[in-house]
């Protein structure tokens, strides 16, 4: 089994700053792409940050140019550092990896979530 522990969440005002991490452990096979989405209340999930086994990098178009994904590259870990928060950011931000596999189909896995709240 994979699981996924991510950190970094929190209470922060506009304007601010967070990094969050998200490590992953079990039996991971290889690793494709991993990344985080987000949902707030009353909204759909949307993805935030993706990054592939080779560097290659998506954003959410709401977070462009204000948040950086990065990854540990001897670990199966990803960083979301976020910057110019604001109060639409607020949400719980959730890890997902997606594993090729030796056998069959791909397999995702996400985290439990961790909660970020940008307000006066």
């Known amino acids: 089994q994979v699981q996924l522990v991510e950190s970094g969440g929190g209470f922060v005002q506009p304007g601010g700053s967070l990094r969050l991490s998200c490590e992953a452990s079990?039996?991971?096979?290889?690793?494709?792409?991993m990344g985080w989405y987000r949902q707030a209340p009353g909204k759909q999930r949307e993805l935030v940050a993706s990054i592939t086994n080779v560097g290659r990098t998506n954003y959410g178009d709401s977070v462009k140019g204000r948040f950086t994904i990065s990854r540990a590259n001897a670990k199966n870990t990803v960083y979301l550092q976020m910057n110019s928060l604001k109060p639409e950011d607020t949400a719980v931000y959730f890890c997902?990896?997606?594993?090729?596999?030796?056998?069959?189909?791909?397999?995702?896995?996400w985290g439990q979530g961790t909660q970020v709240t940008v307000s006066s």
């Open positions: 079990g039996s991971i096979f290889s690793v494709y792409v």
């Open positions: 997902a990896l997606n594993d090729l596999t030796m056998y069959g189909p791909p397999r995702d896995y």
